[in-house]
């Protein structure tokens, strides 16, 4: 990642929107669906990436014996997370300088999660790999990214690309995991709504920035309404812009 995206600050800024985001909500309700199919009783979920905890947070509802870990380059984001779910552990880890507690997990996970990740990297296959020793051979990935086009906002919280089914499957197998489905998700709500976050370029990234309480009080109603309204987005069609990819590791380490 590059050296001007600075994590802790994103979480201490962006956390509580986040947490409110119907995109984020759906994206997470797709990958608990997806490690629930075939989940054991010991299972061991890995989220790389884990942000402020809350994908953990709802997967333990529905896999309350599972073992859960997660890896978070913020130490922001891993504190916010421990205090949401203090059953779970959280570790501040760089993939690309592990530390040297991340040794104690190796061929830890039966499932991993990467969502929303691989967007803000320069080299995804690199990242991929670098998930890798943290995997048992077989273990099933989830892995989500933004398709269609990139908004102002986007580039503002680090994006460097977006992937189509294509380039997110060569990423994969680039990167020695066995891709099972690629599903292009969320039309046509999903697509809606970040049509608005396009439309709306710089000005969102400044509303992010402002205290205007009546912008505050706007956003709040649009996500409440865009919650509503996608339970109603297709889990797969050529039009959508979430890319949910369920994968498996290949080979050995």
């Keep these: 990642m590059a050296e001007h995206d600075n994590w802790d600050e994103h979480w201490t800024r962006y956390a509580d929107a986040a947490g409110r985001n119907p995109a984020q909500q759906m994206r997470h309700g797709i990958i608990v669906k997806l490690l629930q199919q075939?989940?054991?009783?010991?299972?061991?979920?890995?989220?790389?990436?884990?942000g402020q905890g809350d994908m953990l947070v709802r997967l333990r509802r529905v896999l309350p014996q599972a073992e859960l870990l997660g890896f978070e380059l913020s130490a922001s984001g891993v504190e916010i997370s421990k205090r949401k779910l203090p059953g779970a552990k959280f570790v501040v880890?760089?993939?690309?300088s592990p530390p040297a507690e991340l040794e104690g997990f190796r061929d830890w996970a039966t499932a991993a999660?990467?969502?929303?990740?691989?967007?803000?990297?320069?080299?995804?296959?690199?990242?991929?790999?670098a998930t890798r020793p943290y995997l048992r051979d077989g273990a099933r990935l989830v892995v989500t990214v933004p398709g269609g086009p990139m908004s102002a906002f986007d580039r503002h919280i680090?994006?460097?690309?977006?992937?189509?089914?294509?380039?997110?499957?060569?990423?994969?197998?680039?990167?020695?995991?066995?891709?099972?489905?690629?599903?292009?998700?969320?039309?046509?709500?999903?697509?809606?709504?970040?049509?608005?976050?396009?439309?709306?370029?710089?000005?969102?990234?400044?509303d992010g920035a402002s205290q205007n309480k009546f912008s505050a009080r706007l956003a709040a109603g649009l996500l409440a309404v865009f919650n509503g309204l996608f339970r109603f987005n297709l889990m797969n069609s050529p039009f959508g812009?979430?890319?949910?990819?369920?994968?498996?590791?290949?080979?050995s380490d």
């Design 38 to 50: 075939g989940a054991t009783a010991d299972a061991r979920v890995l989220d790389i990436g884990s």
């Design 93 to 96: 880890a760089d993939l690309f």
């Design 113 to 129: 999660v990467c969502s929303e990740v691989l967007e803000h990297v320069d080299s995804p296959v690199d990242f991929l790999k």
């Design 158 to 206: 680090g994006h460097r690309q977006h992937f189509t089914r294509d380039s997110i499957t060569r990423a994969l197998q680039a990167a020695d995991f066995t891709v099972d489905r690629v599903c292009l998700s969320g039309f046509p709500f999903f697509n809606l709504y970040r049509g608005i976050v396009i439309a709306r370029g710089e000005k969102l990234v400044a």
């Design 241 to 251: 812009w979430q890319v949910v990819v369920a994968a498996r590791k290949s080979g």
